[in-house]
């Protein structure tokens, strides 16, 4: 059965980060007088992540509420941050994280997007992102790319689980046969997408994925690789 949808991971995936996040978030640490590095701010934030629960009072992960909580671990709890200053610091990150010039779109991503449209693919985006998401797109000139975007803050589901990938199959009105998912996380992504009956492809563009083993899925190195996989499987 040729495909009928093709879904794409954001971050990593069709854009990255410049400066890398950890190194952001160390930067506003340092103005605000924290001896904190990025290696040092990665590993906190990396500690956060795997401790804090998807679901703080109600807020879900990567909501400003859930993030809030996030970033007052960091910079109060083990940073040292005087409390005081956590608000203004906060309003700080999410702007920056909502400004265009904090993302890089790797090469070949409109054209990527344009040419699955082109060749009749319902386009979708699933990221586990917060609900800024819809206005980062805006401001990327991304916004018409795509013919449904989910992203996990708002709809309260989040990668790998499968019915993530499920309510996108939904949107787009198509069985998970017809469908692909291609990201840069083997968990998140890949194995997610599998394990609710999509088909599914690794996205590698810096190599990182090299030395893993055996992987679940095909992998492109390129969007433009990434591209061409995509569109052999649409008969």
């Given at each position: 059965?040729?495909?009928?949808?093709?879904?794409?991971?954001?971050g990593?995936?069709?854009?990255?980060?410049?400066?890398?996040?950890?190194?952001?978030?160390?930067?506003?640490?340092?103005?605000?007088?924290?001896?904190?590095?990025?290696a040092?701010?990665?590993?906190?934030?990396?500690e956060?992540?795997?401790?804090?629960?998807?679901?703080l009072?109600g807020?879900?992960?990567?909501?400003?509420?859930?993030f809030?909580?996030?970033?007052?671990?960091?910079?109060?709890?083990e940073?040292?941050?005087?409390?005081?200053?956590?608000d203004?610091?906060?309003e700080?990150?999410?702007?920056?994280?909502?400004?265009?010039?904090?993302?890089?779109?790797?090469p070949?991503?409109?054209?990527?997007?344009?040419?699955?449209?082109?060749?009749?693919?319902c386009?979708?985006?699933?990221s586990?992102?917060?609900?800024?998401?819809?206005?980062?797109?805006?401001?990327?000139e991304?916004d018409?790319?795509?013919?449904?975007?989910l992203?996990?803050?708002?709809?309260?589901?989040?990668?790998?689980?499968?019915?993530f990938?499920?309510?996108?199959?939904?949107?787009?009105g198509?069985?998970?046969?017809?469908?692909?998912?291609?990201?840069?996380?083997i968990?998140?992504?890949?194995?997610g997408?599998?394990?609710?009956?999509?088909?599914?492809?690794?996205?590698?563009?810096?190599?990182?994925l090299?030395?893993?083993?055996?992987?679940?899925?095909?992998?492109?190195?390129?969007?433009?690789?990434?591209?061409?996989?995509?569109?052999e499987?649409?008969g």
């Amino acid at each position: 059965m040729p495909l009928a949808a093709a879904f794409l991971d954001l971050g990593d995936t069709l854009l990255a980060e410049r400066p890398s996040r950890a190194e952001i978030y160390a930067a506003a640490g340092r103005e605000r007088g924290l001896a904190v590095d990025a290696a040092r701010m990665a590993q906190l934030m990396a500690e956060a992540h795997a401790e804090m629960p998807r679901e703080l009072g109600g807020a879900f992960r990567y909501s400003d509420a859930w993030f809030r909580a996030f970033q007052r671990r960091l910079f109060v709890d083990e940073l040292g941050l005087d409390p005081r200053e956590l608000d203004v610091l906060s309003e700080e990150l999410f702007a920056r994280f909502e400004d265009p010039r904090t993302f890089v779109l790797y090469p070949g991503a409109r054209e990527l997007l344009r040419s699955l449209r082109t060749r009749g693919l319902c386009v979708g985006l699933l990221s586990n992102w917060s609900a800024r998401l819809p206005r980062l797109l805006a401001a990327l000139e991304l916004d018409g790319c795509f013919d449904l975007v989910l992203g996990s803050a708002a709809e309260r589901l989040e990668k790998p689980d499968p019915a993530f990938f499920r309510r996108a199959l939904e949107k787009a009105g198509v069985r998970a046969h017809e469908a692909l998912h291609a990201g840069d996380r083997i968990d998140r992504d890949a194995e997610g997408a599998l394990r609710a009956g999509l088909q599914a492809l690794l996205v590698d563009h810096e190599g990182r994925l090299a030395g893993n083993g055996q992987l679940p899925c095909p992998v492109a190195r390129s969007l433009s690789e990434l591209g061409d996989r995509i569109l052999e499987r649409c008969g």
